[in-house]
Structure formats: structure tokens, C-alpha cells
């Protein structure tokens, strides 16, 4: 029975460092804040605020303070989507006319491009595209209408790449600013 106990302890012992350890990983230091987000559920109810950190965590902020440059929704219904039976593939393609019909787009070259790049990467229909532009920084918040997940993606957008900055469970992004 001593040795029982003393291999559920030993267990148990081992178990709770290595919480603290992930504990400690998760919320450590060698991260630091570089943007604020101003985030509201889909239906544009309950605003929050975020930091989100340069190891791609989020953090609740404890007000929404300070002037956050707000997002440039984009119509989802410039975006369709098709499927190729034959090869079993979904792409989307982009309704020109109507992305011209916005003037806050349509008239900056690099959100073309971003838009551009999202049609051509993206297997699934774009539900929410919010861009940002934070000095000569550009962003994108994404959502897909995939599945179950009710996640987004905030991109950063430089040298015609797109770089993954975070990802929020639910909800959505419409102001963003950075952290200094």
C-alpha cells in the first residue's frame, strides 16, 4: 500500500509542474504586447478589448482606451464560391463590379491586393473581411464559413505574404492600434 501512495503522489507531483511549466510558457515574459484589438461578437454586440502579443496570445485589456483605427468591413458578397466536382476542390472567385462599388477599397492598391491573395489561398467562402491600416502596416481579420468554428485570423499583410498574428475564438475584430 506505501508504494501505491507513493507512486500516485510521485505521479500526481509530476503532473502539477508540468502544468506550471506550460503555466509559465503560455504567459512568459520573452513576449511582449505589440497590438490592441477592439473585439465584438458577430452581431456587433458586447465590445472588449485585447492585447495581442508577439508569441501570437491574447490577453484581455482592461478598457478600451485610446483612439483604435476602425475596420473597413468588406462586403462578403463580392466572394463566391465554386466546386470542381470532377477534382473534389472548393476555390472562390471575386465579384469585380461589386468590390469597385467601394471607394475605401477600391481606391488603395494594397487592399486589392490583400483580397487578391486571400481569394487565391482560401477553401472556403470569406464570411467577415475586416482591413487595417495602421500607419503603412497593413492587417487583415478573417472568418471562414467553415464547418463549426466560429474562429478568425488576424493577418498581417507585407511583401505580398500574409503572416498569421493570432487567431480569436469567437466574435470579431473592428478596431485595432498599436501597443506603445
Given at each position: 500500500?506505501t508504494k501505491?501512495?507513493?507512486?500516485?503522489?510521485?505521479?500526481?507531483?509530476?503532473?502539477?509542474?508540468?502544468?506550471?511549466?506550460?503555466?509559465?510558457?503560455?504567459?512568459?515574459?520573452?513576449?511582449?504586447?505589440?497590438?490592441?484589438?477592439?473585439?465584438?461578437?458577430?452581431?456587433?454586440?458586447?465590445?472588449?478589448?485585447?492585447?495581442?502579443?508577439?508569441?501570437?496570445?491574447?490577453?484581455?485589456?482592461?478598457?478600451?482606451?485610446?483612439?483604435f483605427?476602425?475596420?473597413?468591413?468588406?462586403?462578403?458578397?463580392?466572394?463566391?464560391?465554386?466546386?470542381?466536382?470532377?477534382?473534389?476542390?472548393?476555390y472562390?472567385?471575386?465579384?469585380?463590379?461589386?468590390?469597385?462599388?467601394?471607394?475605401?477599397?477600391?481606391?488603395?492598391?494594397?487592399?486589392?491586393?490583400?483580397?487578391?491573395?486571400?481569394v487565391?489561398?482560401?477553401?472556403?467562402?470569406?464570411?467577415?473581411?475586416?482591413?487595417?491600416?495602421?500607419?503603412?502596416?497593413?492587417?487583415?481579420?478573417?472568418?471562414?464559413?467553415?464547418?463549426?468554428?466560429?474562429?478568425?485570423?488576424l493577418?498581417?499583410?507585407?511583401?505580398?505574404?500574409?503572416?498569421?498574428?493570432?487567431?480569436?475564438?469567437?466574435?470579431?475584430?473592428v478596431?485595432?492600434?498599436?501597443?506603445?
Amino acid at each position: 500500500m506505501t508504494k501505491r501512495n507513493t507512486v500516485i503522489i510521485t505521479v500526481f507531483i509530476i503532473i502539477v509542474i508540468m502544468g506550471l511549466v506550460c503555466l509559465h510558457n503560455q504567459y512568459s515574459s520573452n513576449s511582449s504586447p505589440i497590438l490592441e484589438a477592439k473585439v465584438t461578437s458577430d452581431n456587433g454586440g458586447n465590445f472588449s478589448c485585447l492585447k495581442i502579443y508577439t508569441n501570437k496570445k491574447l490577453r484581455k485589456a482592461p478598457s478600451v482606451k485610446g483612439r483604435f483605427i476602425k475596420a473597413i468591413e468588406v462586403d462578403p458578397q463580392i466572394f463566391h464560391d465554386h466546386t470542381d466536382k470532377k477534382n473534389n476542390f472548393t476555390y472562390l472567385t471575386l465579384d469585380k463590379a461589386e468590390l469597385n462599388r467601394d471607394q475605401r477599397i477600391s481606391s488603395n492598391p494594397t487592399f486589392i491586393k490583400i483580397i487578391n491573395n486571400l481569394v487565391k489561398q482560401s477553401k472556403h467562402l470569406i464570411v467577415i473581411l475586416n482591413l487595417f491600416k495602421l500607419d503603412n502596416e497593413y492587417y487583415a481579420f478573417i472568418k471562414y464559413n467553415a464547418g463549426l468554428s466560429d474562429e478568425g485570423t488576424l493577418y498581417k499583410y507585407s511583401s505580398d505574404k500574409l503572416t498569421k498574428v493570432c487567431t480569436l475564438d469567437s466574435g470579431k475584430i473592428v478596431g485595432l492600434k498599436k501597443v506603445k
